[in-house]
Every structure is written in structure tokens, then in C-alpha cells.
């Protein structure tokens, strides 16, 4: 069993970020022992911290070391000291760089309402109890990086282009991880598009319906992607995976997001390559782990971040990345025992300190392997 040896670059970067990945690097250290894994961690700089020690948002080694490494585990980059920058010397494009050098191209983002929760969800109770979505946003096409793109001034007034391509591979490779993670959850995959109106969904209805073919035992729904986001506040319990496009899945991911009560409970990976050839299978795919909120400087220092997205994060690398389910399991329950044993930080409605909800977190994993 010592033969599991996984490399994490940790990349805690600024405010609550080398907080809230202490706690998660925390519970990984006194987890891996439980499942017969060794986690090496090797730290480094992005963001401010890094425009600070090295005067760049992210240097070279950095990236060798990500892609030397079996997964990255990011904090949360930016803040008001570095509000002054532009462009390539700004924080935040330190992590854009990253994100590029791995060729990420799936951004997966579950949401939960876990039931100690429910009242910190801005929907009434019996809308959002018990809803557990996967958005999964596809990276690599759409509008973000059609060409032309581009604004010009002419005699006939202001204008401007974006251009939104989608090819069948990129399709066919995100829609075919959304049911791979289906598998793992409910078996339900919502493909989400606007099959009305433009010729990139009706490619993305059509493919995604060839993939759905291989899936029997998961049931396919197609979604216009109005009727989509209505849905998700109306009856977000109708959702298990929702897989669609950039900028959509943009929209979409924050518009869920909301369901949980705080951006301080919510964890994402970002997925890179092709998925295992093993039809089904997710892990192992190398990915980028971070917790979605941001550096929040208004509380950084203070020991008021929840820690639980970025906990929430690691337990989703074990799963996707090392292929150790059952740690990821572990972790989601002893979240699940510690809220509702009462043990919560500020943002949802507690006194607990970002180290008191990491301890919780940590010994009730223990006690579950
Ligand atoms: P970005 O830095 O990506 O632009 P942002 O500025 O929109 O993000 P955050 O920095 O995440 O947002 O902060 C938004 C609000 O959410 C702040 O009030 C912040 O205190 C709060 N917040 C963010 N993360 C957490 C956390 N982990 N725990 C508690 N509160 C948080
Ligand atoms: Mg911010």
C-alpha cells in the first residue's frame, strides 16, 4: 500500500487562502495514513504573494512543478494590495496562466444543501432540502475564444463580433465525462443548450444525444438553458449532473452556487485530458483543485473563513484524481456530521473559528475510516 505516493502542489496564494488549504492539507495529512496513501505536499507562490517575493504572479517553476505533480491544490488569489496592477502583472493573471499551462477543460462544481444548512439557503426550506447538483462547465470552446472576436469603429457606427465554436470532439469528451460522474451519483445527466436558436447547440443536442446511447443505465434530458435556469431555483432537486457549455456553465455554476447559503462552502475541480480509457471511470485525471470564493480580504487574518470549500475541494481530488472514493466519502460525511452538529463559521450563521471546523472536520473523518 505504500506505493501511494501522490504529489500536491499547494498553491495557497493570498487572504484566506493559506487558511482555509491549512485545514485541507491538514485533513489529507491525517487521512492518508487510514487509507494507505502518502501525501507530498510541495508548496509554492501564485498571486500576490508570489508579485511580492518574486516580483511575478507566477513563475515558470511553478508551472514545471503543477505538471511534475499528480494534482494542484489552489487557495485563492488577489486583494486590495494589488489593486493597482494591470494586465500581466495583476494577481489574478498568475492563476489564468496556470490555468492554461494544464489544459484544463472541465470545470465541475457540485452544490449541496445539506439539511443543518437549509436555512442558510436563500430558497424556503422544502424548495432547497436535499438538492445535490454536479455543473459541469465544458472550458476549451465557446465564446471565450471564437475568432473573430473583436469591436471597430466604422461610418456606420460601433460594432462588435464574438464568434462561438464547438467541434464534435469537444462535445463528445465533456458530455461523456458528465456521465462517467453520473454513474457515481444518480444517473441522471441534463445536457443544457439553446437548441432553438443556435447551430453549436443543435451540434451539442446531437452529440450529446450519441453519447447518452452508450450510457443506457443513466437517463439523458435535453434543457434550453432558460428553462434550465429557471429550474434550478424553482426545483433544484430535479438536477443530478448538469453539463453544458462556457459560457452558459459560467452563468449557471454561480446561479447554483447560490443554493448552498455561502461561497465559503463551495469546491470545484477543473479536469485536464482525455478520461481514462476504462468506459466509466473517472480517476485518475489530473485536475486543479480550488475552493470558489476568493481571497475575501475583508476577512482574511481572522480566522472567520469557512474552511469547508476548500476541505470539499481535497475530498473531490482524492475521488477524481488518486481514485480513493471512500476517503472523499469519509470526508463528505464528517462535513455533513460536523454541521449538524453545530460546528459553523460566521458565514453560516456560527462562531466556530476556519481551525475549530477543520478539527471537527478531521476527527470525524478519522472516526470514519
Ligand atoms: P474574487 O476574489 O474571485 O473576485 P470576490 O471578490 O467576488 O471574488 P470573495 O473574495 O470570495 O469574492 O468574497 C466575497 C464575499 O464572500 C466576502 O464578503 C467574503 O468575506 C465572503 N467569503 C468568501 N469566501 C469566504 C469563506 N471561505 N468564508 C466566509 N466568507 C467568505
Ligand atoms: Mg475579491
Redesign the pocket.
Known sequence: MSDRTFHILLLPGDG?GPE?TAEARALLEAVGPAVGARFVFNEGLIGGAAIDAYGTPLRDEEIDAALASDAVFLG?V?GPAWDNLRGEARPESGLLRLRKALGLFANLRPVRVFDALVDASPLKPQIARGADLLVVRELTGGLYFGRPSERRTDEAGRRAIDTLPYTDHEIERIVDLAFRLARQRRRKVTSIDKANVLATSQLWREVATEVGERYPDVTLEHMLVDAGSMRLIARPRDFDVLVTENLFGDILSDEAGVLAG???MLPSASLHGEPPTRPGTVAPMFGLYE?V????P??AGQG???PL?AILSVSMMLRFSFGLADAADAIEAAVEDALAAGYR?R?IGGTATTAELGAQVRERALARL
Open positions: 484566506v482555509v485563492a488577489g455561502s461561497l465559503g475552493p470564493h476568493g481571497s475575501a475583508d476577512i472567520l473563513a469557512n470549500g463559521t458565514d
